[in-house]
């Protein structure tokens, strides 16, 4: 690269120094200009950088907003919820005890009785004290439900002391025939088959043991 210079007349330069200074001076011009040229590209990437983070930080506290709203709103779902179930548990319990009904002693006592009776093998006074019980329970205030639910808990117990009183009765019945007929030994089968399926049965025992004593069976 050449360059000319015009100087006063009277002046030596030396043509070679010239160059290299000038050389320089272009150099150093190059070097500040880069120098800056970084400067205002870091500044500018700076800015963006602090706007960005702006913005995120910005969009997480909506988010964190957004996250708290919705927690309230949730546990505001689950407290209505809880509340909800809680009044419909204490409604259905109100309306138990009020529909419950009281079971009169009388009813319970004559139950009680009665299936005493059953388990000793008392099956006549267990069927009189049952069917004491049903018309007590029939003639009550209490609703249809309530009374058939009453009469449920005895019915199959019932039934068959009545038809084990009946049975045995029916044998009982022959064997009086037959023994006023004076058939006695037939007579006798009836009274045991009365008093196998009735134990207890005291008018067949007492019938039983007067026929074996006219029978000489002592």
């Known amino acids: 690269m050449n360059f000319w210079i015009i100087f006063r007349p009277g002046f030596t330069v030396n043509r070679r120094l010239i ?9 150093m011009l190059l070097f500040s200009i880069t120098i800056s040229g970084s400067s205002c590209k ?4 700076t800015g963006i950088t602090a706007d960005e983070g702006i913005k995120e930080e910005s969009v997480s506290d909506n988010n964190s907003s957004d ?14 919820s809880t509340s909800s179930s809680d009044e419909t548990i204490s409604q259905s319990a109100s309306e138990t005890e009020t529909t419950a009904e009281i079971i009169p002693q009388e009813i319970t006592d004559l139950i009680i009785k009665a299936d005493g ?13 049952y069917k004491n019980a049903e018309m007590a329970i029939k003639g009550s205030e209490l609703s249809e439900e309530t009374q058939q ?5 005895f019915a199959a117990k019932y039934k068959k002391a009545k038809d084990i009183t009946d049975t045995a009765r029916m044998h009982y019945g022959n064997a009086m025939t037959l023994e006023y007929e004076q058939r006695f030994e037939e007579a006798k089968k009836e009274l045991e088959a009365a008093l196998s399926i009735y134990p207890k049965y ?3 025992i007492d019938a039983y043991e007067t026929l074996k004593a006219m029978m000489g069976l002592e």
């Open 19 to 27: 160059q290299i200074l000038s050389l320089s001076l272009i150099v």
């Open 42 to 45: 870091k500044n500018t990437e």
């Open 67 to 80: 996250g708290t709203n919705s927690t309230v709103q949730t546990s505001t779902s689950e407290s209505s």
């Open 117 to 129: 009776y059953y388990i000793s093998g008392e099956y006549d006074l267990a069927s009189k004290t």
């Open 149 to 153: 639910q009453q009469m449920s808990l």
């Open 202 to 204: 005291k008018d067949a």
